[in-house]
């Protein structure tokens, strides 16, 4: 569940609620859990932080051990003018150039404590594949009847997806099932998992999609 931020209180040493602090937010209003069925957020050291105003955008850039900086878009009076800073998680929508900013996950699935790998969440995640902490999902889920889709971003490897995700998925017990046009195609027991390359225009990234049936006698 994807909380928006609000005034921050003090956080006790204790608490899975990140750093992250925000102040002079106009208005914020959480999503109701009845209409967020699929998220996806990142997790990492907040960096040059550029607050938003009524007419302009802002901008972060989270860090994590292991991943190429993310820059985060913050849509224009999305935070009223908030300052953020520390460590938090972020939920993301799908933007160009960058992902957008939609609110701070203090709590629930979508937080992931400082220090755990990897440092990304997404509901619902691929069946039987961890995202390696090289990668991370950039846009909730596109569910559908007969495949699930999963934005990721590898950082510099955003060209070449296929070769990024390849031992990660060889130590998952997935099984080549070779290689086509920008794609390549995975299978563990009865689930098949499809990487595509990014063409590396703005807002377009590697992408995982998971069939509702196999699809691969491999």
Request: net charge neutral.
């Amino acid at each position: 569940m994807l909380i928006a931020a609000c005034t921050a209180a003090p956080v006790s040493t204790a608490s899975p609620t990140p750093v992250a602090t925000v102040a002079a937010i106009s208005s914020p209003s959480p999503t109701p859990t009845a209409t967020r069925l699929t998220f996806a957020s990142v997790c990492g050291t907040i960096t040059d932080f550029v607050s938003d105003s009524a007419q302009t955008n802002g901008s972060l850039v989270l860090n994590s051990p292991g991943r190429a900086p993310l820059r985060i878009t913050i849509p224009a009076g999305r935070l009223g003018g908030g300052l953020a800073a520390g460590y938090g998680c972020i939920g993301v929508l799908a933007g160009v150039p960058y992902p957008l900013f939609d609110g701070f996950a203090p709590t629930g699935p979508a937080f992931v404590a400082s220090g755990t790998f990897p440092a990304t969440a997404a509901s619902p995640a691929p069946t039987g594949f961890v995202l390696p902490q090289s990668c991370a999902f950039v846009a909730p889920p596109a569910v559908s009847t007969d495949q699930t889709d999963w934005k990721v971003d590898c950082g510099a490897a955003n060209n070449n997806a296929r070769a990024a995700l390849g031992p990660a998925l060889m130590q998952q017990g997935w099984t080549s099932c070779g290689a086509g046009l920008a794609s390549a195609q995975w299978r563990k027991n009865d689930v098949t998992l499809a990487v595509a390359e990014s063409s590396l225009a703005p807002g377009d990234y590697p992408r995982l999609t998971q069939f509702s049936r196999v699809v691969s006698t491999c």
